[in-house]
Nanobody
């Protein structure tokens, strides 16, 4: 079992920035996939970004060039730096980690982009 704790969501104006953090309850190997999905009201959950050692990060088309994912393997943590935020980025953001074929999810953190 792995518990994930997210932080950093909130309300931001269009064009602003936010940084999300997610920490796992136990050590996870750098080779496992960690990342972020999001879900807006009435929409399906979609990939935002994912990262694992030895591979380039993967980004969803709608966030490419605006969001940056990073990872601290020593802390089993993953981060999402979000810039140039748009109202359509409003959603609940979920952290995940894939360990031995099982996907573990965080509780979600709300990001609202509004003036």
């Amino acid at each position: 079992q792995v518990q994930l704790v997210e932080s950093g969501g909130g309300l931001v104006q269009p064009g602003g920035s936010l940084r999300l953090s997610c920490v796992a309850s136990r050590r996870v190997h750098s080779s496992v996939s960690m990342g972020w999905y999001r879900q807006a009201p009435g929409k399906q959950r979609e990939l935002v970004a994912k990262i694992r050692s030895g591979r380039d990060p993967t980004y969803g088309d709608s966030v490419q060039g605006r969001f940056t994912i990073s990872r601290d393997n020593a802390k089993s943590a993953v981060f999402l730096q979000m810039s140039s935020l748009k109202p359509e980025d409003t959603a609940v953001y979920y952290c995940y980690v894939l360990v031995e074929g099982d996907t573990y999810w965080g509780q979600g953190t709300q990001v609202t982009v509004s003036s």
